[in-house]
T-cell receptor
Framework: DQQVKQNSPSLSVQEGRISILNCDYT??????FLWYKKYPAEGPTFLIS?????DKNEDGRFTVFLNKSAKHLSLHIVPSQPGDSAVYFC??????????????FGKGTLLTVNP | ETGVTQTPRHLVMGMTNKKSLKCEQH?????MYWYKQSAKKPLELMFV???????ENNSVPSRFSPECPNSSHLFLHLHTLQPEDSALYLC????????????FGSGTRLTVV
């Protein structure tokens, strides 16, 4: 049973436009969410995170929105740049004291930003 | 030098071979993880070590054997693998289990022939 779902395997966006990557989760014990970016032949690198006490976190061109009632989060990249082309993984984690402490990943979404 | 270093980057092995993957981190982290990434699948957690002690084995077949001699080093010993074990094996570390962000290595691309 997949607890973190990224239903779009790929997304193609024009340079300068907004990229929106979506993620849904099923485990209500998750309280911390992260986005990782992965280039080919490299490991995932941390991009941005959000705690469940917030509904928005912004870092430069990257903004993550969290809708707890819908168990949905999204990553917005604006403006999109060709260098943003990569696989984006959504990940979620529960309280460290519980069994859901471990990071659970989605399958990833391949973003292609066209010049 | 990146925070988490994995060697080798690529490995091709026969089903009867024995090989080992190595992971090293110089971040002062106390938790280390092995993940497997297969095509079109989420990253799958395999093993967790916290302060050198194995705290999680995610139902991994015994042909994969982890070793953590100290908090900075993690190995994955491989023997009698199957072709379906071909994948990208990623090592990660964090301050301690369940706390702090994960830093990943670049992975070892394993092909079993």
């Amino acid at each position: 049973d997949q607890q973190v779902k990224q239903n779009s395997p790929s997304l193609s966006v024009q340079e300068g436009r907004i990229s929106i990557l979506n993620c849904d989760y099923t485990n209500s014990m998750f309280d911390y969410f992260l986005w990782y970016k992965k280039y080919p032949a490299e490991g995932p690198t941390f991009l941005i995170s959000i705690s469940s006490i917030k509904d928005k976190n912004e870092d430069g061109r990257f903004t993550v929105f969290l809708n707890k009632s819908a168990k949905h989060l999204s990553l917005h990249i604006v403006p999109s740049q060709p260098g943003d082309s990569a696989v984006y993984f959504c990940a979620a984690r529960g309280n460290s004291g519980g069994s859901n402490y471990k990071l659970t990943f989605g399958k990833g979404t391949l973003l292609t930003v066209n010049p | 030098e990146t925070g988490v270093t994995q060697t080798p980057r690529h490995l091709v092995m026969g089903m009867t071979n024995k090989k080992s993957l190595k992971c090293e981190q110089h971040l002062g982290h106390n938790a280390m993880y092995w993940y497997k990434q297969s095509a079109k699948k989420p990253l799958e957690l395999m093993f967790v070590y916290n302060f050198k002690e194995q705290t999680e084995n995610n139902s991994v077949p015994s042909r994969f054997s982890p070793e953590c001699p100290n908090s900075s080093h993690l190995f994955l010993h491989l023997h009698t693998l199957q072709p379906e074990d071909s994948a990208l094996y990623l090592c990660a570390s964090s301050q301690r289990q369940g706390y702090g962000g994960y830093t990943f290595g670049s992975g070892t691309r394993l092909t079993v022939v």
